[in-house]
């Protein structure tokens, strides 16, 4: 498998700087994985064990076939991974989910759970499967959302409506008419959801700095920049509850929306309980509106009309 990374990059030479992986998972009998009674090592590592540690062998190879090839700096998007691929400098995405708010509503959960483990973690925005353009406006505004707290932020699906001619040089790129339709953010209604998902891109990109900072803590010390409340506050048990909340950074709280306006104009919120170094309690400010909500509290908090506003929270002494 090195070979084949090492002939990889002797013939694209150092212009190729990443990889998309994608199906890193073992492939084989039964569908999906590698047979039951498979074993590794001389017979030491079991067909169970050898599907998790699969994809960090794969992403080994990679980084090793690359780094080999002069090219160390290379990285990997891979739909599969395992404790231990960050080291190999391995992406995960949570594979082609479906486009819509119960699987929005599973990804915060997933993330959250896999970050621990896999910091380099995202989802594809807005998923992946049975998305229409014309009727997913508001969840992929809120997906974006949801997205602009992970390391990579990043679109991929197979949209509906299917429209060969809107794909250059259909007639090679798509030769089947099978590609999806455009996925671009200015697709998907326009207007009021266009603009707030323009809006969400530009904050990321006028975070970067803050951004890049938890990154290299990431890459430094292992801690992964969107995280459970536990992580942050291990003092307060309500926050070790919290499954639909993060830490975006030390000094950012986020609470994803995952459901339509039509169905709630709130989202209900828990602050959770902390004191700074010199034991004063802590508040957090509404990143759009100001409005400070205290530690140990929960809050309906207002979803506002103007959907570039999302639940995002500044850290800040009381």
Partial sequence: MQLTALLLFGSFGRNVTNFWTDGTEPAGTPQGGLPANVSFANGTLPGPAAWM????????????????????????????????????????????????????????????????????????????NNGDTNTMGELQTRWFQFSFTSSIMRLHGDRHPKNASSIPHDEVCDPTGAAGGPIEPWVYGGGAYESAIAD???????????????????????????????????????AAEVEDQMMFGPLYMVAPVTQPMTNSSTRSVYFPKRTNSKGAAVTFRHFFTSEVYKAGSTA??????????????????A
Wanted: net charge positive.
């Fill in 53 to 128: 540690l699969w994809p960090v062998w794969h992403a080994q190879t990679v980084a090793e076939g690359a780094t080999a090839a002069g090219s160390p700096d290379t990285w990997s998007l891979a739909r599969s991974a395992w404790a231990g691929s960050h080291r190999h400098k391995t992406i995960v995405w949570s594979g082609d989910i479906s486009s819509d708010w119960a699987t929005l509503t599973k990804q915060v959960k997933a993330g959250l759970n896999a970050m621990l483990s896999v910091p380099y973690w995202n989802s594809d925005t807005g998923g992946f």
């Fill in 200 to 238: 969400t891109i530009h904050l990321r990109e006028k975070m970067l700095p803050y951004i890049r900072a938890q990154i290299a803590l990431t890459a430094s010390k292992g801690t992964p920049m969107t995280r459970p409340l536990f992580y942050d506050f291990p003092a307060d048990a309500k």
């Fill in 300 to 317: 309906s908090v207002a979803l506002s009309s103007n959907l570039s506003e999302f639940p995002l929270f500044i850290l800040q002494s």
